[in-house]
């Protein structure tokens, strides 16, 4: 069944109608969530099953990634144009379709095409469902709405491995797609007939400038995995230099334009800039913790992978507990100050991890990994209130899409270090990466407390 709403959505004054479209969207979030992380998990089950290399599964999660990134700021346009709830509710429908498919694929080519269209659904949801929190919960509220966000992305993540190894002791792969179908079409129904309409701006959307957006980022990410990955620079340079044409293209075409796709006009107020710049270095960390972790607690500590699950699973846990608290404060004081205390926080806890003792016990990691969930649950809904709350209405659409390529920037930027440390310090790589992510939290603090003075 979808998510039941929290008690928080009555306290904000909502109308049951918009408790229900708040239930659609954060539903979309579960869906948009849990499939990165069970898809994680089962990778090895899968590979087996289709009798694929570990390097051709990747793609089951590459083709995901790339086509989130490529599409969500055309989405997030289109939702300019046309309103947040239609792109909302077309990306539902892409997704559900696609989790469909995804159980009846037979091969691994096959199954990387479904989580590609799945990606094109997940895009669509993701880039608007900011700017549809900021439709159903009132400004002086809307801290807590953000909130509420951050509190169902933190479960996700958190529960998304546990429910992926459930249902793979209790059946095959196929069924952990299976189950975003009755999701899908329980929130396909509740968005239709409550989600809010809002003012379109109108006008035409551009084919060509949203391609050249999808060619720009979904190159710019291929090469950067590929660099990290140590490829051939004759693999990486045509994904590089068909990053720096289509990008020069696309700013060529959007120059002038008042609502362009790739929004430079928002990146112009200086609270804007350095909330995204902030998102990014702050997910960024995250990744380095999240992609090395589980390496440095089996490789280094010598954990079992049970056991390295639950000690993980604390980081996310933490984020749930104190990103609703974080979104209630972020209505009464400056997000800038909140999220540079989270961040000095997350800082502190990567470094604490970087300096474990050789033998540590299941205390010294928890606390630790609770310091880094505490502070990048501080740091979260009140940087989503300041992207949205810095940006004119009019433009929620294309706020909302920054929101999401920033935080996949961070992440697909983390995980390429990562997996370079390793390539240039073999098991040791695993602390080089916790030290990098405390750099990176270092410069997102930094960045978030310059808002104080913007």
């Known amino acids: 069944m979808p998510l039941e709403v929290p008690s928080d959505a009555q306290a904000a004054g909502l109308s049951p109608q918009e408790r229900r479209a708040l239930l659609a969207v954060l539903t979309g979030v579960v869906l948009a969530t849990l499939d990165t992380a069970i898809a994680n998990t089962a990778l090895p089950s899968i590979a087996a099953d289709l009798r694929s290399t570990e390097a051709g599964a990747i793609w089951v999660l590459n083709a995901y990634q790339l086509a989130v990134v490529a599409t969500m700021l055309p989405f997030a346009a289109l939702g300019d144009v046309l309103g947040p709830r239609r792109v909302f509710l077309g990306g539902i429908a892409v997704f559900t379709l696609a989790s469909l498919l995804c159980t009846l694929a037979g091969s691994v080519p096959l199954l990387a095409a479904a989580r590609a269209l799945q990606g094109v659904g997940a895009g669509a949801m993701m880039s608007v469902n900011i700017a549809l929190i900021r439709l159903i919960y009132p400004a002086s509220r809307l801290g807590r709405g953000v909130g509420m966000n951050a509190l169902v992305v933190g479960i996700g993540f958190a529960v998304g491995p546990t429910l992926a190894s459930l249902v793979l002791a209790l059946g095959t792969w196929p069924w952990l797609f299976g189950i975003n179908v009755p999701l899908g079409l329980v929130a396909l129904a509740v968005g239709g007939s409550a ?7 109108g006008g035409r959307f551009d084919p060509l400038t949203a391609g050249l957006t999808a060619v720009s980022f979904a190159s710019l990410v ?63 960390t995250q990744s380095l913790g999240f992609v090395s972790l589980p390496f440095f607690f089996e490789q280094v500590l010598h954990r079992d992978p049970v056991q390295t699950g639950l000690l993980i699973s604390a980081w996310p846990v933490l984020v749930a507990v104190f990103a609703p ?10 997000p800038g100050l909140l999220c540079g205390l989270g961040l000095v926080g997350l800082c502190v806890g990567m470094v604490t991890l970087a300096l474990l003792p050789a033998d540590p016990s299941v205390l010294d990691i928890a606390w630790r990994m609770a310091i880094c969930g505490a502070g990048f649950g501080f740091f979260q809904a009140p940087n989503l209130k300041a992207l949205m709350s810095s940006a004119p209405p009019e433009r929620a659409g294309g706020a909302s899409g920054v929101i999401g390529v920033a935080r996949l920037l961070g992440q697909t930027s983390g995980a390429a270090l990562v997996a370079l440390c390793f390539h240039l310090a073999g098991t040791g790589g695993s602390q080089i990466a916790l030290v990098l992510g405390a750099v990176s939290a270092g410069v997102a603090a930094i960045a978030s407390f310059m808002r104080l003075w913007v």
């Open 195 to 201: 989600l809010p309409h809002s003012t379109r701006l």
């Open 325 to 334: 608290l974080a979104g209630r404060l972020s209505d009464r004081h400056a």
């Open 222 to 284: 291929f090469a950067l995995t590929s660099v990290a990955q140590m490829e051939a620079w004759s693999q990486v340079l045509p994904f590089a230099l068909l990053a720096l044409v289509s990008g020069a293209l696309l700013l060529r075409r959007q120059a002038g334009h008042p609502a362009p796709m790739l929004p430079v006009d928002l990146l112009r107020r200086p609270m804007f800039a350095l909330s995204a710049l902030t998102a990014v270095a702050a997910f960024a």
